[in-house]
């Protein structure tokens, strides 16, 4: 999980029988994708965006840093709703969203990372004091980059359209504190500081008026221990989704979701019960219905997007992971569950390559050494029927 921090690939309408009730009429519109910030970033990008287009990838996920070693923002910016403040850094994202509208791909910008100026140097995984702070920042870089912004070079920069708030709000690896001991017992205070978060990203961006914006919020993780006096303290994400709605979280156009497995025996229709008989606490794949239910409730026939999907292999990781045949398996059956339901645009794979070390992620669709997974052919299949 620690090593996600550095690497951070919406939810997935209902699915098959087996797990939910099947949808009628399949997506008119899906986008499928990658989230592989290592790549994308930091790596051979050249190189990566040519594997993009071999995969017939259209939307690549990558968090746009406020705060932290890759931040934008490292000191208070004098005029912070200009680009060209000097205290913005804007070059590494900059190089990104060039290679990206070459290959014809649409970036998912994910704002993420609270600067230490902006919350008393608390970490980027703590909420801002005064979200207005977010607000400006993000408008600042939804200005950037609408199209019509001329980079250092003089050339226009592309247009980024989809914008993600924050990472796994319900995580506290991405926002802390999750809980608040009040007077009458405990608070969900991690969905009240992500309604302001989320508010100010979505208020910032959209004040470019740029024709066709979205910015999503959630993003969450699949699960949640609701346990406020435990060593590691989370949100699951149906009580973290009505906790926003009471916390002050306004709107949005989508609501995203990472509804990864729980065990390597799990299909993509699997759904886990507790052993109490009581109704499963976790949102993956196989009960993604409950949570699609429950932004209708609440916001209305918002869009659904997956920003996060993927299965580990066995090799390189023998606990987590799957065999390399049900990996490439898996992903065909859970693009096709995504596919098949109207509210989903968007459904992103993590990772285009495994990470180096065992500790982190196995899901690639290349091994870390560039040898590609039966899975490399199945996403490029799913993609290229898309076309």
Known sequence: MLRRIGVLVAVVATVTAAGTAATAHASKFMRVGIYDEAQVLYGSVPGTFRTFTQLHVQEVRLNLYWGGPEGVARRRPANPTNPNDPAYDWTLYDRTVNYAAQSNDHVLFSIYGTPGWANGGKGMNVAPINAIDLRNFALAAARRYDGLWPGTDGRLLPAVKEWLSWNEPNNPLFLTPQYKKTSTGWSIQSAKDYARICNAIYTGVHATMTAGERVACGGTAPRGNNNPSSSRPSVS?????????????????????????????????????????????????GNISTLIQLVTKLYGNKRIWITEYGYQTNPPDPIFGVSWAKQAAYLTEAFQIAHKNPRIDMMLWFLLKDEPLLGGWQSGLETYAGKKKPAFTAFQKFAASLQ
């Open 237 to 285: 994400p149906l009580a973290f989704l009505a906790a926003c709605k009471k916390g002050g979280l306004k709107t949005f156009d989508a609501w995203a979701h990472h509804p990864y497995y729980s065990a390597p025996t799990d299909t993509p229709t699997t759904v886990r019960k507790p052993t109490n008989g009581a109704q499963p606490t976790a949102v993956t794949l």
